[in-house]
């Protein structure tokens, strides 16, 4: 008797026979006794094809017409879904953003939700309909279609799950939930029952791509209980949800994140004077580079070194950019790295337990794994390393912070 | 210096090349200095996509659903369209049905145009943009998504150019413009610089398909002229406008029309009673099958003989139903063929002329071609002919009407 807003992602209404068995799960859940909202994304392979349909029109499509053309993807989906779902004696009806009324700015391909109008959701659900919404995309204030950037379907769930004061918002995807670490690294990974919001974020920006960082930010803000499951595999998925009094069987660490998809820079023998981490990375960004981790270390002979981290796409600009910048300052040299690995611990529970981080260095040193940097956040530790100890140094961590299956159902 | 509705079909954008080919044409209309408002399809084959796609869901797809689905189509096309104008430095923005608001009743996928709001489009006008608009849809006063059915972007066109009292409505096809008849059954067939809305009405619906009927008689009752061309070929093409002062050289016949789609179906020996036509024609309608031509001789000995065309694929379903009639109500038989075609002579010249029928059989006879029905309005005569014949009907007649080319530039 709860009121659901369920999103599904393209590869669950990828084909015909997916959105067939999406009405079955939705007409499950009907007969429950609850009240459903869908959101879903345009099948899997759409949007990029809408996609380069407008880029051989034009290198840089433009952005209002580039919504025009790529929201026609969800609104195929609903239509086929909502069809399914009356084929099956479901009374449902599909709405487009624009119809809904969830209205964003005026930034095209990355509009941000301002307001969701629940009106007629809210009649469609007293009348006994499913509805089913457009995920990804909304009107301006002008009726401008806009759309909310990649994975913003996601984002759509959580808001109108904030707007109707949902229950919960369930995320169907391909993994049947949020798993300690990668399974394909470690074998003994297990599904977490429940993490908070702030440990999701730390995960899913660390490499874990299970949801779109903004919808759990949307999430956490409007304390939405938001729940990731599998698809077409039945199972509890797992909740993320606020921290509640912490529990004693808490454990310290959720997860151990990791990411090799980033390569670090390092500009040596700074002259070290006020200012210089801005001259250093102003150009960086000035050329659109995208900076993780940053180290200074404390200066030695009034000059220092600087290091941080980047995607490893851009790190022969960021190489030139710096090379430039290392002329102007007067600085050493520049050398970098693009084998590096990052893996962080992440856990509310370190909040109040000392030396985790330590006790994550000791684990690295047993297995003689050099740490290259290091940064920390209140529930957070990341570590730099060579990339070739990447696997090593995540069994290793996992099993330290005691999240191996077997040996937690033998505790 | 003109405001001009432009309609451009499926195969006229049924690719980025030819997209780009459009928005080219659109460029010099806009340097000459008119006003443009754009009617876009969907590309072609991309409509029976969608409809496929749904149709996996339901042999019979949800109405409103479907409208929710195939008026994607057009969505995508002036999303490109309006890009590729940018592109070319023409200052242009794109409007799905629903944002112009083209009002429609609710009758989801044959929806009919109740009103449009010409304000948006003004003032993209006065702005110097070129409009695009998605042909074929709407939105209803509910705010649901609506499609006037197949070929209903014409319709789109000459409605936009009606509401804003356009100067012209231009319709882009994959031919140069009406003919005297099909060119490639009468290679003397040649152009029409100019025809009424009535004969292209009669035209049109005896099968030579360039225009919409409904799109025509739009045009007619709100007098918008309306131009057939083609889409990538230069010349003036046909223009379809009211019956102004009939001109000297006003030919008496504007066109040969033909049909070969159809059957004739003879029920013999009905009793001549009051009421007859409706026992025997109620049944077919009730069926759902339409009737095109109906001839019913005097009675003879109480006796009547009464014959109907129907079109081909209906023609057993029919003749079922007519056997059944023919047991009730005593009539002696039911013969029918399959092999006819249908040949009309199309002209407002003929209401002043005497003898254009008579012409018209006996040029048929000289040929020795049998006449099995014939049917006649104020400004055009049919007959049913032994499909056989058709070609060698079509050409006689126009020689005999004065149609062929050669002959007339020799006048």
Avoid at 47 to 72: F, G, H, M, W, Y
Avoid at 376 to 391: H, N, P
Avoid at 396 to 402: D, N, P, R, V
């Amino acid at each position: 008797m709860a009121l659901i807003v369920q999103k599904f992602g393209g590869t669950s209404v990828g084909t015909v026979e997916r959105i067939e068995q999406v009405a079955d799960k939705v007409k499950k859940f009907r007969e429950a006794g609850h009240d459903l909202v869908i959101v879903l994304s345009a099948m899997s392979g759409e949007t990029n094809r809408l996609i380069e349909l407008a880029k051989q029109i034009s290198d840089q499509p433009l952005p209002r017409e580039l919504d025009v053309i790529v929201s026609t993807g969800e609104q195929v989906t609903i239509g086929l879904l909502a069809m399914a779902l009356n084929k099956r004696g479901v009374p449902a009806v599909s709405y487009t953003g624009s119809q809904v009324r969830i209205l964003t700015d005026s930034s095209h391909t990355k509009a941000r939700i301002l307001k969701i109008d629940d009106q007629k959701i809210r009649t469609d659900l007293k009348a006994g309909r499913v509805v089913v919404v457009a995920g990804f995309q909304g009107v301006d204030e002008q009726g401008n279609i806009t759309t909310l950037g990649r994975g913003g379907s996601d984002t759509t769930g959580v808001a109108l799950a904030a707007a109707l004061k949902a229950d919960e918002c369930q995320i169907y995807t391909d993994v049947d939930g949020v798993y300690t670490t990668d399974p394909r690294v470690v074998a003994q990974a297990q599904r977490l029952e429940k993490i908070t919001f702030e440990e999701m974020l730390e995960m899913a920006s660390l490499g874990s791509k299970v949801l779109q960082i903004r919808a759990v930010e949307f999430a956490g803000k409007y304390n939405v209980p938001l729940r990731v499951l599998h698809s077409f595999k039945e199972g509890p998925g797992t909740l993320i949800t606020i921290d509640e009094e912490e529990s004693m069987e808490q454990p310290i660490i959720s997860g151990i994140a990791f990411n090799r998809d980033e390569a670090k820079l390092t500009i040596r023998g700074v002259p070290d004077t006020p200012g210089v981490a801005f001259k250093i990375l102003g150009p960086i960004s000035a050329a659109n580079i995208e900076v993780d981790m940053i180290v200074q270390n404390v200066a030695h002979d009034n000059t220092t070194d600087f290091t941080f981290t980047v995607h490893r796409n851009d790190y022969s600009a960021a190489q030139t950019v710096l090379e430039n910048t290392a002329r102007e300052i007067g600085a050493r040299e520049v050398v970098g790295d693009t084998k590096i690995a990052k893996v962080s611990i992440v856990g509310v529970g370190m909040r109040s337990h000392a030396g985790v981080a330590s006790r994550m260095f000791e684990s690295l040193a047993k297995e003689n794994i050099n740490i290259l940097m290091i940064s920390t956040s209140e529930i957070k530790v990341s570590v730099v390393i060579e990339e070739k100890y990447l696997e090593l140094a995540v069994r290793s961590l996992h099993t330290a912070f005691e999240l191996d299956a077997p040996a937690r159902q033998g505790e």
